[in-house]
């Protein structure tokens, strides 16, 4: 195996895996979450956002756009369809997750770190909720698109188009 495969590989299992976690916010933990009172939905938040923050998540979250990245460049073919793809996987990662990540759900999640619920009244736990759960889970649906889509062009770059010897 060599190394532009190996790198492939891992790029796909780190992108797998933050599409996954993505997917799973998406369609059931974003879904519990809204069913929470105020007070509970932001402490649950504030919560899960501490504890993502950690080297597991960080290695893959910033593993992948670097493994893509990787690969685009052991497979730059401008004749190549499997160049393409890995390419649009990685543009797809570093805008549709990386950028929105940083750029959208963390300033979202940073404001909630600094809100006090213990020391707010009610009407201010309802208008911080008002003001990050929408935004938050747009974005959120966002990241799982484009992460989707990552993932699709890797599997495609890897089922149809085999590496050529060199």
Same mark, same amino acid.
């Given at each position: 195996?060599?190394?532009? %495969? ?26 519990? !979450?809204?069913?929470?009172?105020? *007070?509970a939905y ?19 979250? !910033?593993?992948?756009? !670097? ?35 940083g750029s ?26 008002? !003001?990050? %759960? ?8 966002? *990241? ?23």
């Amino acid at each position: 195996m060599k190394l532009q %495969e190996i790198t492939l590989a891992a790029a796909t299992i780190s992108s797998a895996l933050i599409s996954g976690l993505f997917f799973a916010y998406t369609f059931s933990v974003n879904l519990g !979450l809204h069913k929470l009172d105020d *007070r509970a939905y932001l402490m649950a938040m504030q919560n899960i956002n501490r504890e993502i923050l950690n080297p597991i998540f960080y290695c893959y979250f !910033l593993g992948a756009p !670097l493994l893509l990245f990787a690969s685009a460049i052991m497979y730059f073919d401008l004749s190549s369809p499997k160049f393409y793809l890995i390419a649009t996987a990685c543009t797809s990662y570093i805008i549709g997750v990386f950028i929105i990540t940083g750029s959208k759900n963390v300033p979202l999640n940073n404001q909630l770190d600094t809100f006090n619920i213990s020391k707010a009244s009610s009407e201010a736990i309802h208008r911080m909720r008002l !003001l990050i %759960e929408a935004p938050w889970v747009f974005w959120n649906n966002m *990241r799982t698109a484009f992460a989707f889509i990552t993932l699709v062009c890797i599997v495609i770059s890897l089922i149809f188009f085999k590496s050529k010897d060199h």
